[in-house]
């Protein structure tokens, strides 16, 4: 399964990719920093990202019609190449224009848009049905593990070689991915071909969503990615900080503790998938709410401790769990839909990930300040509980059928 060239050249590129997506970030907000000391700008980053992203993905699936899989991976890692020696020359000619800076920053998030579900579609082509959740187990343990390292690797670079060099490194290291991207099989198996059909625009782009609407099974498995987006916010960094500074009443290291924690738990759930993947396979449905039980319980004991070392056990557990659930949806949609309509029903889940997920960000971050921080992990795990109603409608359905 995963000694294919195929699956090595996709797996390698994929690592290349996201390690240059993790320097990439370090570098915009360092440079963006020393450029213009202003929180409000740099807190426009990740505003800037979600927009390009939630744009690009309800877009894409007029580009998965016109392009090959493996065309559109290759050619999005190539673009950013190209944006990364723009970005690099701003900084190293010292170009004070922050829309220039900006439009840069979105276009590199657009091209994201796509490329994260014509991968996850592409999958299914070169691996055997069976071994899909062996091969997802894998692809997410590579991810986080090389999340986990850049963010590290990347600070230190930044801090010694300098945001303009961060970007050039960045720059190889998409190169080197639009390589291997470019050497993965252009026709195989659920690859689908490029048609053309007498549809109206919006008819294509709402080709992702009439499929997810038309199926049970996705419409349980979307609103499970719906309630998770929104619940799940209360991980992101401003909520933490508060959560370290005001629960914990420690310094900001322990922020790092935390996501370290919740990175080894990510890194555990792809590495036990990848050994026993047989064993969940054929029981997706099946292990699904106890996945969604235990992100809630953990979210719920972890808001409401004030010991820092028992967090970071339920840091662990959280992400072990939250790993566990998103490798079971990937697995669950791939088994749903057939390889042709893939690319489109991953680019919706993008999409309505993506904008759930910024919208609940803010939400989450004033009720942060309104109330504390406990209340609002409380709700977190609230949210969560109730992801449990659709996936028991899932293996209910799985038991009908």
Same mark, same amino acid.
């Given at each position: 399964m995963?000694?294919?060239?195929?699956?090595?050249?996709?797996?390698?590129?994929q690592?290349?990719?996201?390690? /240059?997506?993790v320097?990439f970030?370090? !570098?915009i907000?360092?440079?963006?920093f020393?450029k =213009?000391?202003?929180? $409000? *700008?740099? %807190?426009?980053?990740?505003?800037?990202?979600?927009?390009?992203?939630?744009?690009?993905?309800?877009?894409?699936?007029?580009?998965?019609?016109?392009f090959?899989?493996?065309?559109?991976?290759?050619?999005?890692?190539?673009?950013?190449?190209?944006i990364?020696?723009?970005?690099?020359?701003?900084?190293f000619m010292?170009?004070?224009?922050?829309?220039?800076?900006?439009?840069?920053v979105?276009?590199v998030?657009?091209l994201?848009g796509?490329?994260?579900p014509?991968?996850?579609?592409?999958?299914?082509?070169?691996?055997?049905?069976e071994?899909?959740?062996?091969?997802?187990?894998?692809?997410?343990?590579?991810d986080?593990?090389?999340?986990?390292?850049?963010?590290?690797? /990347?600070g230190i670079?930044?801090?010694? !070689?300098g945001?303009?060099?961060t970007?050039?490194? =960045?720059a190889?290291l $998409? *190169?080197? %991915?639009s390589?291997?991207?470019?050497?993965?099989?252009?026709?195989?198996?659920?690859?689908?071909?490029?048609?053309?059909?007498?549809?109206?625009?919006?008819?294509?782009?709402a080709?992702?969503?009439?499929?997810?609407?038309?199926?049970?099974?996705?419409?349980?498995i979307?609103?499970?990615?719906?309630i998770?987006?929104?619940a799940?916010?209360v991980?992101?960094?401003?909520?933490?900080?508060?959560?370290?500074?005001q629960?914990?009443?420690?310094?900001?290291?322990?922020?790092?503790?935390?996501n370290?924690?919740f990175f080894?738990g990510?890194?555990?759930a792809g590495l036990?998938?990848?050994?026993?993947?047989?064993?969940?396979?054929g029981?997706?449905?099946?292990?699904l709410?106890?996945?969604l039980?235990?992100?809630?319980?953990?979210?719920l004991?972890?808001g409401?401790t004030?010991?820092?070392?028992? %967090?970071?056990l339920?840091?662990?557990?959280?992400?072990f769990?939250?790993?566990?659930?998103?490798?079971?949806?990937?697995?669950?949609?791939?088994h749903?839909?057939?390889?042709?309509?893939?690319?489109?029903?991953f680019a919706?889940?993008?999409?309505v990930?993506?904008?759930?997920?910024?919208?609940f960000?803010?939400?989450?971050?004033y009720?942060?300040?309104?109330?504390?921080?406990?209340?609002?992990?409380?709700?977190?795990?609230?949210?969560?509980m109730?992801a449990?109603?659709?996936a028991i409608?899932?293996?209910n359905?799985?038991t009908?059928?």
């Amino acid at each position: 399964m995963m000694k294919t060239k195929a699956f090595r050249y996709l797996w390698v590129g994929q690592a290349l990719a996201n390690g /240059g997506d993790v320097f990439f970030i370090v !570098a915009i907000i360092a440079a963006l920093f020393e450029k =213009t000391h202003s929180p $409000f *700008l740099m %807190s426009i980053i990740p505003v800037v990202i979600t927009f390009s992203r939630f744009i690009s993905s309800v877009i894409a699936p007029l580009v998965l019609d016109r392009f090959h899989l493996k065309n559109l991976l290759f050619f999005s890692q190539s673009f950013k190449t190209i944006i990364m020696i723009l970005l690099s020359i701003t900084l190293f000619m010292n170009i004070e224009n922050m829309v220039v800076f900006f439009v840069l920053v979105s276009s590199v998030a657009f091209l994201d848009g796509w490329a994260l579900p014509a991968r996850n579609a592409y999958v299914p082509s070169i691996v055997r049905r069976e071994d899909l959740m062996g091969a997802n187990g894998f692809l997410s343990t590579i991810d986080q593990a090389v999340q986990f390292s850049a963010w590290a690797a /990347g600070g230190i670079l930044a801090a010694f !070689a300098g945001e303009e060099w961060t970007l050039v490194l =960045t720059a190889i290291l $998409f *190169l080197a %991915s639009s390589f291997m991207m470019y050497s993965l099989p252009v026709y195989g198996s659920g690859i689908p071909e490029k048609r053309e059909q007498a549809v109206s625009l919006a008819e294509k782009m709402a080709s992702g969503w009439a499929d997810i609407w038309r199926n049970t099974k996705l419409r349980n498995i979307f609103l499970i990615y719906a309630i998770e987006s929104a619940a799940t916010v209360v991980w992101i960094a401003a909520i933490l900080y508060v959560y370290v500074d005001q629960q914990l009443g420690r310094g900001e290291e322990w922020w790092g503790f935390i996501n370290g924690a919740f990175f080894i738990g990510l890194i555990t759930a792809g590495l036990l998938l990848l050994k026993i993947h047989r064993l969940f396979s054929g029981n997706v449905y099946r292990w699904l709410p106890l996945a969604l039980i235990s992100t809630s319980l953990a979210t719920l004991f972890f808001g409401l401790t004030h010991i820092a070392v028992i %967090s970071l056990l339920f840091s662990v557990i959280f992400g072990f769990f939250d790993g566990l659930k998103v490798i079971l949806l990937q697995t669950a949609v791939q088994h749903s839909v057939t390889p042709e309509k893939l690319g489109k029903v991953f680019a919706a889940q993008g999409a309505v990930t993506t904008l759930i997920f910024g919208i609940f960000s803010m939400l989450a971050g004033y009720f942060t300040e309104a109330a504390g921080v406990s209340p609002v992990f409380i709700g977190s795990s609230i949210l969560l509980m109730t992801a449990v109603i659709p996936a028991i409608a899932l293996k209910n359905n799985l038991t009908e059928d």
